[in-house]
């Protein structure tokens, strides 16, 4: 289970929290990437004194449903201890806590801006069959 870096949910203010969201890996494929969010999230106060679980309704639900399968959800589990020895370590993401705190967004930073495609995308028509 791949945990991607920690990001501030308010750009410009102070972090209020460290937002860890549980993904799978990001796969590359023909037409770019695909992701797939899990729906859970480990929101750490930035002195990583405490944490909690955000939209543990909505996994339970993923669960439910057949999205997250029980191997899935092993590996979630394993994410999480992995995510709970970190905080513990000051590690990995959280070995720099104080500096994500600190963090601020520059607003004279131009918006990034994405290439134009090389050549127009092929339509396909749908198919009755």
């Known amino acids: ?9 308010r750009v410009g203010a102070p972090a ?9 890996p ?7 990437f695909d992701t797939f969010d899990l729906t859970v999230d480990l929101v750490v106060a930035p002195d990583l004194t405490s944490w909690q679980w955000k939209d543990e309704d909505e ?6 449903l057949g999205i ?7 590996a979630v589990d394993s994410a999480r201890d992995q995510a709970f020895a ?16 600190a963090w601020r ?19 396909v028509a749908p198919t009755d069959g």
Request: hydrophobic letters at 35%; proline letters at 11%; aromatic letters at 6%.
């Open 16 to 24: 209020e929290e460290l937002v860890r969201e549980l993904e799978r």
């Open 59 to 64: 996994y339970a639900h993923v669960r439910r």
């Open 68 to 74: 997250v399968t029980d191997t899935g959800h092993q």
């Open 86 to 101: 970190m905080i513990e370590e000051h590690s990995g993401p959280f070995a720099d806590a104080a500096a994500w705190s």
């Open 105 to 123: 967004w520059n607003p004279a930073w131009p918006a990034p801006h994405l290439p134009r495609p090389t050549t127009a995308p092929q339509r």
């Open 26 to 32: 990001t796969a590359r494929t023909g037409d770019g």
């Open 1 to 9: 289970m791949d945990l991607p870096e920690a990001d501030t949910r």
